[in-house]
T-cell receptor, first 109, second 115 residues
């Protein structure tokens, strides 16, 4: 089955700095790559996604890049704010959704 | 309405109890999912319903019994659970199951504690 690895497991940045989280996957047939943000006591919320036929997608301060050849994709958050603090999960869809282990992002004011 | 609702928010039960978790969506989605999430871990898929039929059971013990009464509702019946079953149980829905570009919407979860 699909194997998703996510790094780093924890990330601490100063407010205003950028944050980058990376994921790799194993199955080249995977075709959809969402990123979820999970705040304490809440369910995961989709923040951005990318399809396999696109290399990059941006939505305001958030961007995702996909390298299908290398089988990795990354989440980029610019101008981070304290409210960006949460756990972020990458996921890969290949029939079923498989999640990375998560990254706990802390943005210090 | 782009919301998945789950009840109850919290549930404490003994190992001999029978309880049910409920999930509802009104987005017209035809696929619904149960996930289990332990602390500091990612969600793990338990069950997938597609057009009200169980399509995936990820080797989940029989003490967890899913039910999909209609396309908007999903239940998870619990019986004779173990303390290690304590977790956040998440419901999700998507337009269809196992298709390309299949955004899943998650509910807030039910925090289950088994004593």
């Amino acid at each position: 089955g699909e194997n998703v690895e996510q790094h780093p497991s924890t990330l601490s940045v100063q407010e205003g700095d950028s944050a980058v989280i990376k994921c790799t996957y194993s199955d080249s047939a995977s075709n959809y790559f969402p990123w979820y943000k999970q705040e304490l006591g809440k369910g995961p919320q989709l923040i951005i996604d990318i399809r396999s036929n696109v290399g990059e997608k941006k939505d305001q301060r958030i961007a995702v890049t996909l390298n299908k050849t290398a089988k990795h994709f990354s989440l980029h958050i610019t101008e981070t704010q304290p409210e960006d603090s949460a756990v972020y999960f990458c996921a890969v869809l290949n029939n079923d959704m498989r999640f990375g282990a998560g990254t706990r992002l802390t943005v210090k004011p | 309405d782009t919301e998945v609702t789950q009840t109850p928010k919290h549930l404490v039960m003994g190992m001999t109890n029978k309880k049910s978790l409920k999930c509802e969506q009104h987005m017209g989605h035809r696929a619904m999912y149960w996930y289990k999430q332990k602390a500091k871990k990612p969600p793990e898929l338990m069950f997938v319903y597609s057009y009200e039929k169980l399509s995936i059971n990820e080797s989940v013990p029989s003490r967890f019994s899913p039910e999909c009464p209609n396309s908007s509702l999903l239940n998870l019946h619990l019986h004779a659970l173990q303390p290690e079953d304590s977790a956040l149980y998440l419901c999700a829905s998507s337009q269809v199951a196992r298709e390309f570009y299949n955004e899943q919407f998650f509910g807030p979860g039910t925090r289950l504690t088994v004593l």
